[in-house]
């Protein structure tokens, strides 16, 4: 699938990731018709004060 990725201050690319996939029983695949990206990541990506540097999806959650 494609994916929005952080690549450094004031850069993102679209690139190809892996498909999610179901690791434990608690675990979902939904379908998502819309996103947005937060105003924070807006100012931190565009600013260079992002933490832990390049390579993160945009909208992904831990």
């Known amino acids: 699938m494609k994916a ?3 690549q450094g201050p004031g850069q993102t690319a679209w690139q190809d990731v892996p498909d999610p996939g179901i690791k434990d029983a608690a675990d979902a695949i939904i379908r998502v018709d819309a996103v947005t990206v937060c105003g924070r990541f807006c100012r ?6 992002c933490r832990g540097g390049g390579g993160w999806v945009l909208g992904r959650t831990s």
């Open 4 to 6: 929005l990725v952080f």
């Open 44 to 49: 931190e990506g565009h600013y260079g004060q």
